[in-house]
């Protein structure tokens, strides 16, 4: 098989397991109206339920990547994220409770391929799904698998709750904040060769030392692995902010001095129109 047809055929596979996804959930938020209205208190999907779910995306992805990810078993990666947060209580979840899930995942990296991202959430994915040359984090088992999850657990409970749990800001240590906090960092620790970091540029701090991308992990960039990071900063027509904004060139000292920095200004149209085109190679979006 190309690589074409291989890329649709994934594609393919992702939209029946997100089909099948939301048709669980679907049926589990049906099954709560028809609780509520007789009486029943329902705090969303069961354990196994929400552990269905995470199986199922699991197996597309490694059935996607094939013996590159033999080393991975859905059923381990399960026991290990389930027991960060099951029986705890769902303000004091730490990003280390999830180090035995970043163990037990064994993923290569992608040497200057890995994209990271801050406030341009929508086009980056919008991109890597059109392009296959740049991976982000959503685009590895563990993002992958949870992106578009919510969870948590309680204090004495067995049980994976949906609903009722803490919002992102509502308190620091929340297992989704948590979760993805660890994942980040363990995913900018293995960033090699050269990066890519696409930031908004409609905003008046691309970077922002209170995101992920700035808090986490520009913090784990280090050579001699790495070599350099390439920013590139997605505008619209008028934008006025530009590669030589304060919070750009804070970027640039807090990174490791051995690193290499470049930062390119490029119109969000520009890259909505390589996205469009399936021949344009992903050096020709800016």
């Known amino acids: 098989m190309d690589y074409e047809a291989s890329a649709t055929q994934r594609r393919k596979c992702r939209r029946a397991v997100l089909l099948g996804v939301c048709v669980l959930l679907l ?21 196994g339920n929400f552990r269905t779910i995470l199986i199922s995306k699991c197996k597309t992805y490694l059935g996607e990547k094939g013996e590159h990810s033999s080393e991975n078993t859905c059923e381990e990666m399960w026991d290990a994220f389930s027991g960060a947060y099951v029986g705890k209580d769902p303000c004091d979840v730490p990003m280390e409770a999830y180090d035995p899930l970043i163990h037990a995942v064994s993923e ?10 801050s406030k341009t959430k929508d086009i980056v994915h919008q991109l890597t799904e059109a392009k296959h040359c740049l991976l982000t984090l959503e685009d590895t088992l563990l993002g992958f698998v949870m992106d578009g999850l919510t969870w948590c657990g309680k204090n004495g409970s067995k049980e994976t709750f949906t609903t009722g749990c803490p919002g992102w800001m509502e308190c620091e240590r929340n297992p989704v904040r948590s979760f993805w906090n660890r994942a980040s960092a363990a995913f ?9 970091a696409m930031l908004n540029g409609s905003i008046n701090t691309p970077f922002n030392t209170n995101s992920i991308f700035g808090s986490i992990e520009v913090k784990k960039f280090s050579s001699p692995k790495m070599r350099a990071l390439n920013v590139i900063l997605v505008t619209r027509g008028n934008d006025t902010t530009n590669c030589e904004n304060d919070s750009l060139q ?29 021949d344009k190679p992903c050096g020709d979006c800016w």
């Open 27 to 47: 049926l589990t938020a049906v099954g709560a109206c028809l609780g509520a209205a007789f009486g029943h208190r329902s705090s969303g999907p069961s354990n």
């Open 108 to 117: 290569k990296a992608a040497c200057n391929r890995m994209l990271f991202w």
């Open 188 to 196: 900018a620790e293995s960033a090699c060769g050269e990066v890519t």
């Open 250 to 278: 804070s970027l640039q000292g807090t990174l490791d001095p051995n690193l290499k920095y470049t930062c390119k200004e490029v119109q969000r149209s520009k890259i909505l129109d390589c996205i469009s085109d399936p």
